[in-house]
């Protein structure tokens, strides 16, 4: 058995040797722990090869992004960029901080577009090249346990990934988290832990995090997340890069490292995997939240439907569409924002309610706990009076034309609610139990007018135009206008 070691660089310029002053480290460490291990535990260590204890494996991105950035510094600096008088240089340091810009480019740089555009094509490159080296582990069914070393904002696509793997119960990765140790350097993950769903080190064998104090980019992580040990190295010197870099070749990183894979082999953690055991990876590991929410135009969300400031939303729409089977309560409460609304002449509202002719009736009767049918009837004729009401008092007020109120009865099934006002939609799923949920919270998700054919805005906007200019759906009940 062995333990497979993958090891992700971080932010700069990086070559495909990046890795090599640990893998030598680890080894010749490795080397020395295999003697000790053999003079006082015997056959089972002395013929141990330690080279035959690990494999390691890179994982490298420093590729994606790098032509943008070059191009963006020309952009943006084009007198800086490919200097070569040595005068000039100089003048440049002192009058525009050359070195210093380069530098912001590519380090900088690196972070906001992990965070940006390029983090879905790395997140697809590094499982690209996790998957490639895995699979015929894998397929050879050999016993093995894993190491995953991050360097930087290495650390932070590693636990991006990981987190989403678990997140998602992926059920390769969780048939794995048993026989990985995860080792972090020079790692800003606790900034990053405002950003991003943390992972749970608990799940996994051992999180150790090595940083320096002088290191500007390395973060202890022990105060956030109790279970991860913090090493703090000791190196002297006063250059921050140098000090970034540090962790590729100390002894105490190759120390803590080996140390472990001589752990996890004599504790027995590497097992046999089946050939199917990294499986499909969700789609949502590889996009940011925030890029697929806003493709479907989610805006917020409310934890309790009574929590929503109907106060401040109603009076300043202008097309205001509401879609529910009755909504009594609700009307009740927020009649005065409706008349506000309605004083303004170019103000449209549409509401679509249950019809008492629906052969969905004695369905919602059910659900609501057995309420009568006249009941239900009359509810939705005290809704429609509330909106008539609400109609007169902003002709009263206003004394000229008011908004527009049309209101619709539908003969299908209202399967869920919506309060449309302008750009925003406010959608309350409708429980199957209604009558078991009344009293608890509602959650309410709120969608945006994301301008797009395929967002949630525009799909039911098209639902509801649909239903209530279909005869054999909704029949207009009322219409301000006539």
């Given at each position: 058995m062995s333990a497979l070691c993958f090891v992700i660089h971080g932010i700069g310029t990086q070559d495909q040797g990046f890795s090599e002053p640990l893998q030598k480290g680890v080894h010749r460490k490795l080397v020395e722990l295999v003697g000790e291990k053999a003079k006082v535990v015997g056959q089972k260590w002395a013929s141990m090869n330690a080279t035959e204890l690990v494999d390691f494996e890179t994982l490298y991105w420093a590729d994606i992004g790098s032509?943008?950035?070059?191009?963006?510094?020309?952009?943006?600096?084009?007198?800086?960029?490919?200097?070569?008088?040595?005068?000039?240089?100089?003048?440049?340091?002192?009058?525009?901080?050359?070195?210093?810009?380069s530098l912001s480019i590519k380090l900088i740089g690196d972070v906001f577009g992990y965070l940006g555009k390029f983090q879905e094509r790395i997140k697809r490159e590094v499982i690209r090249q996790l998957a490639t080296k895995l699979g015929p582990r894998l397929e050879s069914g050999k016993p093995f346990s894993i190491i995953l070393v991050g360097h930087s904002l290495g650390s932070v696509i590693l636990h991006d990934l990981i987190s989403g793997l678990v997140q998602h119960r992926d059920t390769g990765f969780d048939s794995l988290v048993g026989r990985i140790s995860?080792?972090?350097?020079?790692?800003?993950?606790?900034?990053?832990?405002?950003?991003?769903?943390?992972?749970?080190?608990?799940?996994?064998?051992?999180?150790?995090?090595?940083?320096?104090?002088?290191?500007?980019?390395?973060?202890?992580?022990?105060?956030?997340?109790?279970?991860?040990?913090?090493?703090s190295l000791c190196r002297r010197s006063w250059n921050p890069s140098k000090l970034h870099s540090v962790y590729w070749h100390h002894h105490t990183v190759h120390d803590r490292i080996a140390q472990e894979i001589v752990d996890h082999y004599d504790k027995g953690l590497a097992t046999a995997s089946s050939p199917v055991a990294f499986g499909n990876i969700p789609q949502e590991i590889y996009q940011p939240f925030h890029r697929v929410a806003a493709q479907a135009g989610f805006s917020n969300y409310f934890a309790d439907f009574q929590k929503i400031p109907f106060g401040d939303i109603i009076p300043k729409a202008k097309q205001i569409d509401i879609c529910n089977v009755y909504g009594r309560h609700w009307i009740q409460e927020n009649a005065v924002y409706f008349v506000q609304a309605l004083c303004n002449p170019e103000t449209v509202v549409r509401v679509c309610m249950l019809s008492p002719d629906s052969a969905s009736l004695a369905g919602f009767c059910y659900q609501f706990n057995g309420m009568s049918q006249e009941e239900l009837k009359k509810r939705i004729e005290d809704v429609n009076g509330e909106f008539l009401k609400a109609l007169n008092e902003a002709g009263r007020r206003s004394k000229q034309t008011t908004g527009r109120l049309q209101i619709y009865r539908s003969l299908n099934i209202v399967n869920h609610a919506f309060y449309r006002f302008d750009d925003l939609i406010y959608f309350t799923p409708r429980p199957i139990a209604s009558a078991q949920l009344a009293a608890t919270p509602i959650p309410t998700l709120v969608y945006r007018n994301a301008s797009r054919l395929d967002d949630f805005f525009s799909w039911l906007m098209r639902d509801f135009d649909l239903l209530i200019k279909t005869q054999r759906d909704a029949v207009l009940h009322f219409d301000s206008a006539n």
């Open positions: 032509d943008e950035q070059n191009n963006l510094y020309r952009k943006i600096y084009p007198e800086l960029f490919g200097t070569k008088n040595e005068l000039k240089k100089i003048l440049q340091l002192a009058t525009q901080l050359r070195p210093v810009r995860v080792f972090t350097m020079g790692s800003p993950l606790s900034l990053f832990s405002l950003v991003a769903q943390s992972a749970n080190p608990e799940q996994f064998v051992k999180w150790v995090n090595f940083l320096h104090p002088r290191d500007p980019i390395a973060f202890p992580m022990k105060s956030i997340f109790p279970t991860v040990e913090d090493v």
